[in-house]
């Protein structure tokens, strides 16, 4: 069968998912059966992949999609256990403290506290935790999540403790004839740590400008008068929170490696930009805030709005106190990914609940439930019950858990036929005469692209990402392809880690509009069903990420002022005149 014919195939699931959840905007609940139906018959009757392998990857993702359910789980859990406690309304009075614009909220909680949960644990932690948490502080639900999923871009380039680029990169790459016969640096590890800075120069160039995005966006859907204007003139403080982290970010990629960016970065911009925020430095002058509540449009409100906003009377306590939870949640994160006989022990044989041979194919899985960041956050829970004494009123913890079981079922139908659709997917290529559908779907695009292939390098990593629900998977798919396309059109050695590493900053722009984080995000604020059009408001900023990143990547390859390097100049003196504009008209 001819490349193009099969390239157009291996569209045709993902075709599904948009058609349905963006365009017809069914629930994900319906239109994830549909998908996984759809690449399942895909892959037996053109691929004609084993029906055993089928039904392994199948059998695999589901054990995938329990491991994303306990962290769902686990971030409600905890937040419930705060609403119960009193500490939500603590939580909340300290955030007006700081500020009472919702700019300047949702920049320190979802940018910075999230890329700090993304640098501890990844895994769709940060949208689980920030999404409920901007709820609870007064936020719509839908702008909640959507403010939640633009942060899966930056930080998720080295991710947790660096996984997409050891795990992701190194796994592509490492040991491949092709890789090691091209080398002009003695040892692979040093053309990692090459690889490492280009992603990181790249993703701070692009990712500078995200915090300014993401409040753009806050206002434009949500804001009463629905205009980028609003957005746009806090950009002082939204630029001031982008190169809190950035900056940080790229000096411990170039000096450190890849382990620890995300995580560094978050924790010096969290505490430079809250200090800054407490003393009113580079803080918009106009305060911004949600119309009243019997405004807010009916699409925008969850199910669980008014219990996670609801604060049990009476209750008060002080803000450190009511705030330590998300401290142990952070500092156990980075105890069990950082320390080596810790982190070991939890992913011991003993603790590892493993299924090799799948059916007796070549697929296996395994979960290690002590490891996943849900254990850590119903620990953190159970330890809350006594650190805020809630012993004294038993039934509000009981209570807590029967919520959280309820959001819970929410979310499992969609993630039960979401996760194993892309096991079904990457896994086509398994006793079949073809590559797997992701493989011949970039094939196509590179025999499209020719010689402008930097360009669409990162939309190959979102779209691995998007299926994945992982920059790692996305990465460990597509590395060596990237690797060899690259060698294709002749960009040499250098030219070749340039395009991995776009191929790393497209995969963590991907996860904005991954299927598994919006369903999971979604669930944990009651939105079950409206995925679709988070997907499609997500696709905006995902779009300026990709192609930004495309346009420098070009430039930086090419060298010299060129056109694509001019490009992207225009697009950043576009965003500074809209600023300027705002400022203006302010």
């Known amino acids: 069968m001819p490349l193009g014919v099969l390239s157009a195939l291996a569209l045709l699931p993902l075709a599904t998912v948009f058609v349905l959840l963006v365009v017809r905007r069914w629930p994900a609940s319906r239109a994830m059966p549909v998908a996984w139906l759809t690449t399942v018959m895909l892959a037996l009757f053109v691929w004609r992949t084993d029906p055993l392998a089928a039904a392994a990857a199948s059998m695999h993702g589901l054990v995938t999609a329990a491991n994303i359910l306990s962290i769902v789980f686990g971030a409600i859990l905890l937040l419930y256990t705060l609403r119960e406690s009193g500490a939500i309304e603590s939580i ?83 040991g491949h004839p092709a890789v090691e016969a091209m080398l002009e640096v003695p040892l692979f590890p040093d053309y990692l740590e090459q690889i490492t800075l280009y992603t990181a120069v790249i993703n701070t160039l692009v990712g500078v400008l995200m915090p300014l995005v993401m409040v753009a966006l806050l206002t434009r859907f ?68 949600f119309e009243p509540r019997s405004r807010w449009q009916p699409d925008w409100v969850s199910a669980l709005q008014d219990e996670l906003q609801g604060v049990p009377s009476g209750t008060r306590m002080p803000l450190w106190l009511a705030w330590l939870p998300y401290v142990l949640v952070v500092g156990l994160l980075v105890l069990s990914r950082t320390v080596t006989p810790l982190r070991d022990w939890l992913r011991s044989p003993a603790l590892t609940l493993e299924w090799p041979g799948i059916f007796g194919t070549e697929i296996g899985t395994s979960a290690q439930p002590f490891y996943l960041p849900g254990f850590i956050l119903v620990v953190v829970s159970l330890l809350t019950f006594f650190l805020h004494r809630m012993h004294r009123r038993p039934g509000s913890y009981r209570r807590a858990w029967r919520q959280s079981a309820r959001v819970l079922l929410s979310a499992a139908l969609a993630l039960a036929f ?28 590179s025999s499209l692209a020719g010689p402008f292939w930097p360009i669409f390098a990162p939309l190959i990593g979102a779209m691995g990402s998007f299926m994945a629900g992982s920059a790692t998977i996305s990465n460990m798919m597509f590395s060596l392809f990237q690797f060899a396309s690259a060698g294709e059109i002749g960009l040499g050695v250098d030219g070749a880690a340039w395009v991995v590493a776009l191929q790393g900053v497209g995969g963590a722009a991907g996860n904005m509009i991954c299927v598994h984080n919006v369903v999971a995000a979604s669930a944990t604020v009651g939105l079950a ?58």
């Open 92 to 174: 909340r009075t300290g955030f007006t403290n700081i500020s009472p614009d919702r700019r300047v909220q949702a920049i320190i909680v979802a940018w910075l506290f999230g890329s700090l949960l993304e640098g501890a644990a990844g895994f769709g932690t940060p949208a689980a935790i920030a999404a409920p948490l901007l709820v609870a502080i007064g936020f719509p639900a839908m702008a909640a999540v959507l403010s939640a999923l633009i942060v899966q871009s930056t930080p998720v380039a080295f991710g947790a403790v660096g996984t997409p680029v050891l795990v992701g990169v190194n796994a592509g790459l490492a």
């Open 222 to 289: 949500f804001g009463a008068s629905r205009s980028f204007r609003e957005g746009l003139a806090a950009w002082p403080f939204a630029l001031f929170a982008g190169a809190a982290f950035t900056l940080p970010h790229l000096a411990v990629a170039a000096w450190l490696g890849p382990e620890f960016p995300s995580l560094v970065g978050g924790m010096v911009g969290l505490l430079v930009v809250v200090t800054a925020a407490r003393r009113g430095l580079f803080t918009p002058r106009q305060v911004f805030d």
């Open 418 to 445: 979401a996760v194993p659709m892309v096991q079904v997917f990457i896994h086509s290529g398994q006793a079949s005469p073809f590559d797997s559908m992701p493989l011949l779907l970039a094939d196509g695009v």
């Open 529 to 586: 069903g409206r995925e679709g059009d988070l997907i499609r408001k997500a696709l905006i900023p995902m779009g300026y990420y990709v192609l930004a990143a495309g346009m420098l990547g070009m430039a930086l390859i090419v060298g010299g002022l060129n056109i694509w390097f001019a490009a992207w100049v225009l697009v950043v003196l576009g965003m500074l005149g809209l600023m300027r504009f705002a400022r203006a008209r302010r």
